[in-house]
C-alpha cells in the first residue's frame, strides 16, 4: 500500500515542503504511486504575500499546477478544518462543496498565518489591511475610489496602524501611490501610528536612524507611544484622545498562526505557533510536522528563533518536507538550521535597506543598491522555480542549505 504525505497550504512553506519531499523521493528511486504527496489549498497558486502591499494586488499570484504536475506532487482544491492526530486522518473540505477523511502517513502542517484584529470599535467596518490578497485587493479598490470623492483631509490622508516591518513598506508605498490617484499636486498626509517607543523597533539602533530618515524625507509623519482606541466613517481616535480626520485606515499590528495549531499538541507561543523539535516535528505527535508560520524553532544555538517571514518560511518548508519523507523512507531527519537571518526593508519608490544578523544588525547597503536588491527579492527570489523536474528539485535543495 502506497504512504502518503499530506501537506496543509500550498504557500512558501507548504510549496518548499513539497518539492523538498519529491525531490528526496526521487533521489531514492521512489514511485510517486508507493509514496504520494498531496497538497491542500484553496487553488493551485502562490500567492506573493510580501508584495501584497504593492500596486495591483490582484496580480500577485504565481501559479503552482504545471509545478505539480512536473514533480509528481497531488494537488486537491480545498481547506483542512480538523486534524485528527490519533487516526492520522485530515477533514478535507473542497471548493467544490464535497467533505472527505484525507488519511496520512505524515502530515505537514504549513498552513501560514492571518492577520490579527484586536475587538477595537470600528476596525472590523472601516480597516483596511494587506494580511492576505483579498483585503489587499479590497484597499486598492477603495484607494482607486478615493478619486471619485470630493477633496477633503479625510480623502487625502492614509493612517497606518504600527510601525513594523509591513507597516513601513505599505507607508512608504502610498504618497507615491496616493499622488497617482488624486492628482499629484494633492496635499496627501500618511501617518504611522505606533504603540511602542519608536518606529522600526525590531531592526535594532544601527538602521533605525536611515529608516527614521526615510521616512521623513517621503513626508510620513510617525506618532509613537500611542494606539487606537476607536474607528468611524472619516476619523480615527487615538489613546490619548486625539483624532486624526482619514477615510483610509490600514491595519499592520500583527499576525497570528493559522488556527489549526490549536489542534495540535504540545506548546505554543503568544502568536499561537507551535514550538517544535529541532525536526519540526511536533511533540506529541510524532507523524506531524509544522512548518512556516505555524512553528517556532531554534534558528541557531545562540537563542534565535523563526519569525513569521518569507525568509524563514522557505526554509522551514524545506526542511519540512524532507524530513517528513527521510521519516518515511527510513532516512535520518535533519535538525533545521538557519543562521543567517538578513531583511530587505522597502522604503519607496527609490531606496530600501538591507541589514544582516540579529543582534546588532548590520547595516549592509541602503538608498538606490538596496531598492535593486530589493526588486530582485520580490520578482526573483521568492517566485516558484520553472516546472521542470531538475530545476525545481534544485530550487528545493538550495532553499534548505544556501544561506543568503
Keep these: 500500500m502506497a504512504q502518503k504525505i499530506v501537506i496543509i497550504g500550498a504557500g512558501f512553506a507548504g510549496l518548499l515542503a513539497a518539492l523538498s519531499a519529491a525531490r528526496l523521493r526521487d533521489e531514492k528511486g ?9 497538497v491542500v489549498a484553496p487553488e493551485p497558486a502562490l500567492i506573493v504575500r510580501p508584495r501584497l502591499y504593492e500596486r495591483n494586488p490582484a496580480s500577485m499570484t504565481a501559479p503552482l499546477g504545471e509545478l505539480f504536475a512536473a514533480t509528481d506532487i497531488d494537488f486537491r482544491a480545498g481547506w483542512v478544518d480538523k486534524i485528527d492526530a490519533e487516526k492520522s486522518v485530515v477533514n478535507l473540505k473542497g471548493v467544490d462543496g464535497s467533505a472527505e477523511m484525507l488519511p496520512y502517513d505524515r502530515l505537514v502542517v504549513a498552513a501560514g498565518s492571518q492577520g490579527f484584529q484586536p475587538p477595537i470599535p470600528g476596525l472590523a467596518d472601516f480597516g483596511h489591511s494587506v494580511n492576505d490578497r483579498a483585503a489587499a485587493v479590497a484597499l486598492d479598490k477603495h484607494l482607486q475610489a478615493l478619486a471619485d470623492r470630493p477633496a477633503s483631509p479625510a480623502r487625502d490622508t492614509v493612517v497606518v496602524v504600527g510601525g513594523g516591518f509591513t507597516g513601513i513598506e505599505v507607508a512608504t508605498e502610498m ?7 488624486l492628482g499629484q499636486d494633492t496635499p496627501v498626509r500618511v501617518v504611522i501610528v505606533e504603540h511602542g517607543p519608536c518606529v522600526a523597533g525590531d531592526m535594532g539602533d544601527e538602521p533605525r536612524p536611515y529608516i527614521e530618515a526615510r521616512l521623513r524625507e517621503l513626508g510620513i509623519e510617525t506618532i509613537v507611544g500611542s494606539g487606537v482606541s476607536g474607528l468611524d466613517e472619516g476619523s480615527v481616535a487615538l489613546d490619548d484622545g486625539a483624532r486624526i480626520e482619514t477615510d483610509t485606515v490600514i491595519w499592520s499590528a500583527g499576525m497570528r498562526a493559522s488556527p489549526l495549531t490549536a489542534q495540535l499538541p504540545g506548546e505554543r507561543d503568544t502568536l499561537g505557533r507551535v514550538l517544535v523539535d529541532p525536526d519540526l516535528r511536533v511533540p506529541g505527535a510524532p507523524h506531524i510536522f509544522a512548518t512556516g508560520d505555524t512553528a517556532k524553532a531554534a534558528t541557531d544555538d545562540k537563542g534565535n528563533f523563526s519569525l513569521m517571514s518569507c525568509q524563514h518560511a522557505r526554509r522551514l518548508g524545506a526542511f519540512a518536507g524532507h524530513n517528513a519523507a527521510a521519516d518515511l523512507l527510513g532516512e535520518t531527519t535533519l535538525p533545521y538550521d538557519q543562521p543567517s537571518y538578513v531583511v530587505c526593508l522597502d522604503l519607496g519608490p527609490d531606496a530600501a535597506i538591507f541589514t544582516r544578523g540579529w543582534s546588532p544588525r548590520t547595516v549592509e547597503i541602503t538608498g538606490p543598491e538596496a531598492k535593486k536588491v530589493k526588486m530582485e527579492v520580490n520578482s526573483v527570489w521568492i517566485y516558484p522555480p520553472a ?17 543568503f
Design 175 to 181: 504618497p507615491d501611490r496616493l499622488r497617482e490617484i
Design 387 to 403: 516546472a521542470e523536474r531538475a530545476a525545481a528539485f534544485q530550487n528545493a535543495f538550495e532553499a534548505r542549505t544556501v544561506d
Design 30 to 38: 521512489v514511485s510517486p504511486a508507493d509514496l504520494t504527496i498531496t
